[in-house]
């Protein structure tokens, strides 16, 4: 299995329809679907929009500490089983928060089982708070504030949901999380175009992009994001499912990487978009026919691209060179 770095994971998107269900049930809540199949059955998206207004309807059965803390296990639990070994994930506290959960209920979940998993799954950790940007950049402002007053360990923030309207206005936001010396991410050119890609970096100084495809519509910031090495955290199965792209075989992979792209794979919301981080990988491998060279430096990326310290990126980094090395003896 090859040691992935997964930094485009929203946890709300990995809530399976077993575990939404198990919640819901324990909380009192009754479903507007009869079963799990019927649940399902809604899982065609027409956009990204269409898509949202599912994943908040079923984020709203989170309602304990207990049950984020089961939501961050199950993805944890699964992401081990595709080789992840580092993951810096996404957490959209204004989601719950507007639904009267309070911050310390959700993220005391959330962090609990992060704590421990180095200890029980073997992946180190990072958590990203991202907020909305259909919501008021004050929303944004005071949810920052608030948080920054509890005692959980925050890795960065970042920006979701529909990408729509200027992301300008929550430059506070990233001003103050860059204050407290946290990174900073923002999703751009999903659904959006180039120029939203433009707006982050000049704007609200992001580290990172994520998804960033349609930044390939703009040359000139092309040049800029490689000569600047600012990655794009790619999620393949995400585009198709959103229809970003129409299938698999259309995604400009190879043309990003011939280009110098720091491109990663992730999985975005992987129990909406039928898979997690290595069946991303291991479609993309299918359909593009990628080599071990292409798949290597798709790892290397990943490692680049981490918020983490010396001493974990040279350990991540001696990973990938033990697997590539080990698909060479495999192949010789
Ligand atoms: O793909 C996405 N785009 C924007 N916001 C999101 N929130 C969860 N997934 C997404
Ligand atoms: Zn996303």
Known sequence: MMPT????????????PELIFAVAERNGITLPY?????????YEFTGLQNFLDLYYANMAVLRHEQDFADLTRAYLARARR???????????????????VPAEVAL??????LAASEREFGISTGLIVTFLRHLPAEDALRSLEEILRLDVPLLGVGLCSSEVGPAA???PVYDLARAHGLR??????????AANVREVLDVLGVERVDHGIRALED???VDRLVAERVPLTLCPLSNVRLRVLDNLAEYPLRRMLERGLVVTINSDD???????VDENVRQLTDVLGLSLDELTTLARNGVEAAFVDDARRAELAAEVTAWREAQLAHQG
Not at 108 to 113: D, H, L, Q, R, T
Not at 270 to 276: C, E, N, S
């Open 5 to 16: 770095v997964e930094l485009h994971l929203h946890l709300e998107g990995t809530f399976e």
């Open 34 to 42: 009869g079963d799990i199949e019927e649940l399902r059955r809604r």
């Open 82 to 100: 595709a080789g992840v070994r580092h993951a810096e994930v996404f957490f959209d506290i204004q989601a719950h928060t507007s639904r009267g």
């Open 108 to 113: 005391g979940g959330v962090s609990e089982a």
């Open 169 to 171: 206005p929550f430059k």
């Open 184 to 193: 900073r991410v923002a999703h751009a050119g999903e659904e959006g175009p």
């Open 219 to 221: 040359d000139a910031l």
């Open 270 to 276: 992987p129990a909406y978009f039928g898979g997690y």
